[in-house]
């Protein structure tokens, strides 16, 4: 794996080994250096994953019958695009590394923040939001949507909370998924234009609107778009549900999409994946649920 690292550091311009392992939270906590330290983390334990089940020179992308369905959360979905073949792993590293530098440049020109909402009832919450001039940047769905915009709006908006929430101040950069990221948009957009996609090779959720992408070109403009968008996490977790899912696997670093799930997706199995000590069972359950998901209706293809 070792050499995957430096070659993939290479392309994305950082030092990953280093930052994955000797660095600081101080250091990975700048999303320049974070997003593509995300996706690389996940591209990792993805290869582990399918030479597991698969054998060592298993490549990327996967197929359906290692996987029914791929989705990300974010920055997750340029590791989903590499895992569906629409980017390779070094073009889906190149866009993300573009996307950190592009979205902390952003953050830069103006005060802003994201603070999760938990609790309260949805329409209280999205009142309470747009009251205040904020963006319901995740819509995660289970009880969470996350607001973003400038501080002054977070401290208005936390002196006036909706009834039965609770709020939690995020520590990120920015208001990721809002116009506040428009000048990251336009500079991914760029960068994206000399790509070259290929259609899923299997079925490929949109944060956008949870919806099954078929062409690659698509997704691709989906990931540009996103970057000013609300991500409605709630919406692929709805799409994951009608296909059938029985489990659902996720790749390090790992833990809140799983979290999620326990209420999204109530009887599926659920398994995160945080240390090597995981990854035998991940195979297990690709052996046993790969390939009982139904057939994907019209009504959810992209």
Request: net charge negative; glycine share 8%.
């Amino acid at each position: 794996m070792a050499p995957r690292f430096e070659a993939w550091s290479e392309v994305a311009g950082l030092d990953l080994v280093r930052y994955g392992t000797t660095a600081d939270a101080d250091e990975i906590r700048d999303t320049a250096v974070a997003q593509p330290l995300l996706v690389s983390a996940g591209l990792a334990t993805a290869t582990a994953l399918l030479g597991s089940v698969s054998g060592p020179e298993a490549p990327l992308p996967v197929s359906g019958s290692f996987a029914d369905a791929v989705a990300g959360h974010s920055v997750g979905e340029y590791t989903a695009a590499a895992l569906a073949g629409v980017l390779t792993p070094n073009d889906a590293l190149a866009l993300v590394a573009e996307r950190g530098r592009g979205m902390a440049e952003a953050a830069s020109r103006t005060e802003t923040g994201m603070t999760a909402v938990m609790g309260g009832k949805r329409e209280d919450v999205l009142a309470a939001i747009e009251a205040a001039g904020l963006t319901p940047a995740n819509d995660n769905g289970s009880g969470q949507i996350v607001a973003a915009g400038t501080t002054e709006q977070l401290a208005a908006f936390a002196e006036n909370p909706p009834e039965r929430a609770r709020l939690r101040p995020l520590p990120v950069a920015g208001a990721f998924h809002t116009e506040h990221m428009a000048p990251a948009m336009e500079r991914v957009r760029t960068a994206a234009a000399h790509m070259e996609t290929n259609d899923p090779s299997v079925r490929l959720l949109s944060n956008a609107d949870g919806a099954v992408v078929e062409q690659g070109s698509d997704y691709l403009e989906r990931l540009v778009t996103q970057i000013s968008s609300p991500v409605r996490w709630q919406a692929c977790s709805e799409t994951l549900a009608d296909l059938g899912v029985t489990a659902m696997i996720e790749l390090a670093p790992a833990g809140t999409l799983t979290g999620l799930a326990k209420r999204a997706l109530r009887g599926v199995e659920l398994h995160a994946v945080k240390t090597p000590d995981d990854l035998e069972r991940a195979a297990a359950i690709v052996k046993e649920h790969a390939g009982t998901a139904a057939p994907a209706r019209s009504d959810q293809e992209g």
